[in-house]
């Protein structure tokens, strides 16, 4: 189980890295705007420079989805911290190791639940058409 330090010192690490994301964010949405205007703008000359730029900005668009995403699992962090579920395992209920947490303040599932739980989510299903 974490110690009071030890939760303290891994909240500042998630609000750390949520001030990170939402900056990341916000600057990718102002590249993003700014690369639109750029097209609208006509500085576009051809086909593959268009082809480019759209690639660009969805790379730009996805790493945003990213960031969201990660967003996400902190503010879920941040919940578990407020009810006291905090380094518990959502599957099994034991306490999540201490360093586990350290390189992955978001982790959820101990080690081995995160294992099952990757083997048993993985893509491993045939298309359907």
Do not use: W
Request: proline content about 4%; hydrophobic content about 35%; overall charge negative.
């Amino acid at each position: 189980m974490l110690n009071t330090e030890q939760r303290e010192k891994l909240r500042h690490l998630l609000e750390n890295r949520h001030r990170e994301l939402r900056e990341e964010i916000r600057q990718g949405l102002l590249d993003t705007r700014d690369q639109h205007f750029i097209d609208l703008a006509g500085q576009v000359r051809d086909l593959e420079e268009a082809s480019v730029a759209d690639l660009l900005v969805d790379i730009d668009l996805s790493m945003i989805d990213k960031h969201v995403g990660e967003i996400r699992d902190i503010d879920s962090a941040f919940l578990r911290m407020r009810t006291g579920s905090y380094g518990v395992c959502t599957d099994c209920g034991e306490a999540i190791a201490p360093p586990r947490l350290a390189a992955f303040p978001t982790a959820k599932r101990c080690r081995p639940c995160q294992e099952n739980y990757e083997r048993s989510h993985a893509g491993n299903s045939t298309p359907t058409l």
